[in-house]
Structure formats: structure tokens, C-alpha cells
């Protein structure tokens, strides 16, 4: 799959089917993911690939009632980070420049894309307890949970676990803003 097949396809979607991820797949991700672009190379990502049955469990709780479709997953991944590991740009006049949550965000990018190359479904999300989640993980103090991703093979089943809005994006794409909106020549037009 070439990028602009593997942006196209990339989707939040969220019925899973209960596959697991294959060994081959899980590695090659992790080797590659380590290639995404960072501030002086500093690489200040972590990626915990949970895979395990009680791990796997430990993180599932931590999961949002909004999230209960994701305990259908063999995999999630946690994206870990703190400022300390990456860039912080000082400036006398304005408050600092911190690039770990930008780097991380672009690690997080290819490991989405790399997933969704695979066949996969990656999809990040907000909707957890941090605490538990790392915990679950064992991050060292200090380490923030940025995101979970939550991985597997999509089911064509949509999952009975959806709300009526998540079944209708699963069902459809969700629109997009314009091109128009996001993106500007030369000068910010709002």
C-alpha cells in the first residue's frame, strides 16, 4: 500500500473482530515507528504494545464507559512521553516551546499509518483514566499516557457495544472540513 492509500484508508473505526495481531506485524511496526522525525533526533516517544491476556486486561479497565467497544481488542498500544525527553525552546518573549507532545503526535501518526498499511485498524483515543492506564503499563513516574491506541482487525459486524453516533461513523465517514478551512497560501485567513 503506497502513503496516499494508507492515509485514505486509515479510519476511527470501531468494531473489531477477535483476531490477534501477528508477531511479524507487531515488530515490524516497532522498528519502523522509531524512524518518525523529532526535535535534535531526541525521540522521546514510548510505545508499550500490550498483547498479554492480563495486561491487556489491566489496560482495558482503565478504558471510559464511551470506550467500551475497545475491550474487543487484542492489542492496544499506549503512547507514552514527558518533557524532559525532547526540546524545550526558550524565549524572552513568550512562554516556553515544549515539542514533546508534537514529536510524540508525529510517532503516533506512522504508528497509525503503519498499522493501517498492515490492514489493521489503529484507533487513538482520549477516553481513559491516565493513572490506571499507566499503572496498567508501568510507566515511570512522571510519564504521561498521550493516548491509547486501540488496534485490531476491523469486523464487518458493526459492534452491538456502539452508540447510535459511533454506528453511523462506522457505517460512513465522517465529513471532513474543506481544504479551504485547514490549509492557507502565504497568510492565515481565518
Request: aromatic share 6%.
Amino acid at each position: 500500500m503506497e502513503l496516499r492509500a494508507a492515509i485514505d484508508a486509515r479510519r476511527a473505526r470501531r468494531s473489531l473482530a477477535p483476531e490477534p495481531v501477528p508477531d511479524g506485524i507487531v515488530h515490524d511496526v516497532m522498528e519502523r515507528v522509531r524512524l518518525a522525525p523529532s526535535c535534535f533526533n531526541n525521540q522521546p516517544w514510548r510505545f508499550v504494545f500490550v498483547r498479554e491476556a492480563g495486561p491487556l486486561a489491566a489496560v482495558k479497565a482503565a478504558l471510559s464507559r464511551g470506550n467500551a467497544w475497545a475491550q474487543a481488542a487484542p492489542m492496544i498500544v499506549a503512547v507514552l512521553s514527558r518533557r524532559e525527553l525532547d526540546c524545550v525552546i526558550e524565549s524572552p518573549d513568550r512562554p516556553p516551546r515544549e515539542y514533546f507532545l508534537f514529536d510524540t503526535g508525529m510517532a503516533a501518526a506512522f504508528l497509525q499509518l503503519l498499522l493501517t498499511e498492515a490492514g489493521l485498524v489503529a484507533h487513538p483515543i482520549a477516553g481513559y483514566a491516565e493513572s490506571a492506564a499507566a499503572a496498567a503499563v508501568g510507566a515511570p513516574e512522571g510519564m504521561a499516557v498521550v493516548t491509547l491506541v486501540i488496534v485490531g482487525r476491523r469486523s464487518v459486524e458493526p459492534s452491538p457495544l456502539l452508540s447510535d453516533k459511533q454506528r453511523a461513523a462506522e457505517l460512513a465517514r465522517p465529513s471532513r472540513k474543506p481544504a479551504g478551512e485547514v490549509s492557507f497560501l502565504d497568510r492565515y485567513e481565518p
